[in-house]
Nanobody, 116 residues
Framework: QVQLVESGGGLVQAGGSLRLSCAVS????????VGWYRQAPGKQRDLVAE???????NYPDSVKGRFTISRDDAKNTLYLQMNSLKPEDSGVYYC??????????WGQGTQVTVSS
């Protein structure tokens, strides 16, 4: 099956930056969409960034202008660059892929904690 493995989380001060990485086992042409979701304790898992149809990007207003999603096709790796981090950005970040003819797959998550 498709495997997604996140890395790059950690502890940062408010205003700092992190770059998350997600190693993907398959080629990106097999995927309808790839992206990142965030889940804080006691909260639902919410979309923070997504690439649709290999080109179009989507961001919620809460991260727009601060987060950037990108991918490296040669390395089969998805990235999330996070700048100007706020305490409310804290949570577990999950890599996600909607796989053609199979459905949704998730990584195990990587913790991001932003201190005040």
């Amino acid at each position: 099956q498709v495997q997604l493995v996140e890395s790059g989380g950690g502890l940062v001060q408010a205003g700092g930056s992190l770059r998350l990485s997600c190693a993907v086992s398959g080629s990106f042409y097999r995927f309808n969409a790839v992206g990142w979701y965030r889940q804080a304790p006691g909260k639902q898992r919410d979309l923070v960034a997504e690439i649709i149809s290999e080109d179009i990007t989507n961001y919620p207003d809460s991260v727009k202008g601060r987060f950037t999603i990108s991918r490296d096709d040669a390395k089969n790796t998805l990235y999330l660059q996070m700048n100007s981090l706020k305490p409310e950005d804290s949570g577990v970040y999950y890599c996600h892929a909607n796989v053609r003819y199979q459905g949704d797959y998730w990584g195990q998550g990587t913790q991001v904690t932003v201190s005040s």
